[in-house]
Protein backbone atom coordinates (compact mmCIF):
# COMPACT_ATOMS: atom_id res chain seq x y z
CA UNK A 1 0.00 0.00 0.00
CA UNK A 2 1.34 4.11 -1.19
CA UNK A 3 0.54 6.32 1.12
CA UNK A 4 2.61 8.74 -1.11
CA UNK A 5 -1.70 9.55 -2.45
CA UNK A 6 -3.20 9.83 0.41
CA UNK A 7 -5.51 13.07 0.82
CA UNK A 8 -3.21 15.23 3.17
CA UNK A 9 -0.34 14.28 0.42
CA UNK A 10 -2.16 15.65 -2.53
CA UNK A 11 -3.64 18.54 -0.64
CA UNK A 12 -0.91 19.73 0.15
CA UNK A 13 0.94 19.53 -3.64
CA UNK A 14 -1.83 21.11 -5.10
CA UNK A 15 -1.47 23.76 -1.87
CA UNK A 16 2.04 24.07 -2.89
CA UNK A 17 1.16 24.92 -6.47
CA UNK A 18 -1.67 27.29 -5.54
CA UNK A 19 0.98 29.12 -3.73
CA UNK A 20 3.53 29.27 -6.23
CA UNK A 21 1.30 30.69 -8.82
CA UNK A 22 -0.44 33.47 -6.26
CA UNK A 23 2.95 34.51 -5.57
CA UNK A 24 4.52 34.42 -9.15
CA UNK A 25 1.79 36.88 -10.00
CA UNK A 26 4.20 39.28 -7.92
CA UNK A 27 7.26 38.70 -9.16
CA UNK A 28 7.94 36.23 -5.90
CA UNK A 29 9.36 32.55 -6.00
CA UNK A 30 8.69 29.19 -3.41
CA UNK A 31 11.90 27.51 -2.82
CA UNK A 32 11.34 24.04 -1.72
CA UNK A 33 13.78 21.31 -2.22
CA UNK A 34 17.56 21.74 -2.47
CA UNK A 35 17.63 22.11 -6.34
CA UNK A 36 16.01 25.29 -5.67
CA UNK A 37 18.07 26.96 -3.41
CA UNK A 38 21.10 25.94 -5.69
CA UNK A 39 21.64 29.47 -7.64
CA UNK A 40 20.76 31.39 -4.48
CA UNK A 41 22.28 33.31 -1.14
CA UNK A 42 20.44 31.01 1.06
CA UNK A 43 21.47 27.86 2.58
CA UNK A 44 19.13 24.91 1.93
CA UNK A 45 19.59 23.54 5.75
CA UNK A 46 18.81 26.36 7.21
CA UNK A 47 16.06 27.84 5.60
CA UNK A 48 13.20 24.74 5.52
CA UNK A 49 15.02 21.99 7.24
CA UNK A 50 15.41 22.09 10.84
CA UNK A 51 17.00 20.06 13.88
CA UNK A 52 14.20 18.54 15.88
CA UNK A 53 14.43 18.89 19.64
CA UNK A 54 12.32 16.01 20.25
CA UNK A 55 14.69 13.53 18.78
CA UNK A 56 17.57 12.92 15.98
CA UNK A 57 14.97 13.95 13.26
CA UNK A 58 14.09 16.92 11.37
CA UNK A 59 11.13 18.88 9.93
CA UNK A 60 11.01 20.61 6.71
CA UNK A 61 8.65 23.83 6.29
CA UNK A 62 6.85 23.92 3.03
CA UNK A 63 8.70 26.60 1.47
CA UNK A 64 10.76 29.63 1.54
CA UNK A 65 10.23 32.96 -0.27
CA UNK A 66 13.55 34.48 -1.06
CA UNK A 67 12.42 37.93 -2.13
CA UNK A 68 10.14 38.30 1.40
CA UNK A 69 13.21 36.29 3.23
CA UNK A 70 10.20 34.35 4.76
CA UNK A 71 9.64 30.64 5.79
CA UNK A 72 6.22 29.89 4.68
CA UNK A 73 3.89 26.71 6.59
CA UNK A 74 0.84 26.00 4.28
CA UNK A 75 -3.15 24.73 5.05
CA UNK A 76 -4.84 24.01 2.33
CA UNK A 77 -7.91 21.90 1.76
CA UNK A 78 -10.90 21.31 0.00
CA UNK A 79 -12.41 19.74 2.69
CA UNK A 80 -12.67 19.09 6.36
CA UNK A 81 -10.59 16.59 7.94
CA UNK A 82 -8.47 15.48 10.75
CA UNK A 83 -5.39 16.68 9.09
CA UNK A 84 -6.55 20.21 9.91
CA UNK A 85 -5.89 19.54 13.78
CA UNK A 86 -2.12 19.38 12.74
CA UNK A 87 -2.04 22.99 13.61
CA UNK A 88 -1.61 21.70 17.27
CA UNK A 89 1.74 20.16 16.58
CA UNK A 90 2.89 23.34 14.57
CA UNK A 91 2.03 25.80 17.68
CA UNK A 92 4.60 23.57 19.72
CA UNK A 93 7.24 23.08 17.25
CA UNK A 94 6.75 27.37 16.93
CA UNK A 95 6.70 27.13 20.82
CA UNK A 96 9.77 25.33 21.35
CA UNK A 97 11.98 27.21 18.57
CA UNK A 98 11.91 24.95 16.14
CA UNK A 99 11.86 27.24 13.38
CA UNK A 100 14.51 29.77 14.82
CA UNK A 101 14.92 33.52 14.52
CA UNK A 102 16.92 33.82 11.08
CA UNK A 103 13.92 34.27 9.40
CA UNK A 104 10.22 35.53 10.30
CA UNK A 105 8.01 32.75 9.84
CA UNK A 106 4.16 32.69 8.17
CA UNK A 107 1.30 30.32 8.21
CA UNK A 108 -1.12 30.59 5.12
CA UNK A 109 -4.49 28.79 5.51
CA UNK A 110 -5.93 28.40 2.38
CA UNK A 111 -9.67 27.44 1.42
CA UNK A 112 -11.50 25.10 3.90
CA UNK A 113 -9.20 24.93 7.10
CA UNK A 114 -9.98 28.53 7.38
CA UNK A 115 -13.81 28.16 7.97
CA UNK A 116 -15.51 26.30 10.93
CA UNK A 117 -16.09 22.49 9.52
CA UNK A 118 -17.07 20.25 12.38
CA UNK A 119 -20.74 19.70 12.16
CA UNK A 120 -21.05 18.85 15.89
CA UNK A 121 -19.29 21.83 17.08
CA UNK A 122 -18.65 24.47 14.42
CA UNK A 123 -14.84 24.05 15.36
CA UNK A 124 -12.08 26.13 13.27
CA UNK A 125 -8.68 25.08 13.62
CA UNK A 126 -7.40 28.23 11.99
CA UNK A 127 -9.34 30.32 14.68
CA UNK A 128 -7.86 27.68 17.38
CA UNK A 129 -4.24 28.73 15.80
CA UNK A 130 -4.75 32.34 15.53
CA UNK A 131 -6.04 32.86 18.74
CA UNK A 132 -3.37 30.78 20.82
CA UNK A 133 -0.22 32.90 18.33
CA UNK A 134 -2.25 36.07 19.59
CA UNK A 135 -2.14 35.29 23.20
CA UNK A 136 0.74 33.65 23.19
CA UNK A 137 2.62 36.19 21.40
CA UNK A 138 4.84 33.80 19.13
CA UNK A 139 6.16 34.70 16.04
CA UNK A 140 4.51 33.63 13.40
CA UNK A 141 2.31 35.80 11.12
CA UNK A 142 -1.22 34.53 10.43
CA UNK A 143 -2.76 34.31 7.18
CA UNK A 144 -6.12 33.16 5.98
CA UNK A 145 -5.71 33.27 2.36
CA UNK A 146 -8.95 33.03 0.60
CA UNK A 147 -10.80 35.24 3.49
CA UNK A 148 -11.45 39.11 2.62
CA UNK A 149 -8.61 38.57 0.39
CA UNK A 150 -6.24 37.85 2.92
CA UNK A 151 -3.31 36.76 0.55
CA UNK A 152 -3.30 39.71 -1.78
CA UNK A 153 -3.57 41.93 1.62
CA UNK A 154 -0.25 40.30 2.96
CA UNK A 155 1.45 40.43 -0.07
CA UNK A 156 1.04 43.97 -0.62
CA UNK A 157 2.13 44.61 3.14
CA UNK A 158 4.80 42.75 2.43
CA UNK A 159 5.68 44.35 -0.67
CA UNK A 160 5.74 47.47 1.45
CA UNK A 161 8.15 47.16 3.62
Known amino acids: MSYTNHGAAVSGVKGER ?19 FKDTDFEYKGTIQFESPYDS ?3 QSD ?10 EIKYGEKHGTTEEKV ?4 EKIRDGVYGTDYPLVYIFWGTPEVPGT ?43
Open 88 to 91: LVDL
Open 63 to 72: GFIPELKTIV
Open 18 to 36: ILREALSVHGLSLLRKKKD
Open 57 to 59: GTF
Open 119 to 161: KNTGRCWANVFRDKVEKENLPVKVVYATTDNGFEKWIKEELSK
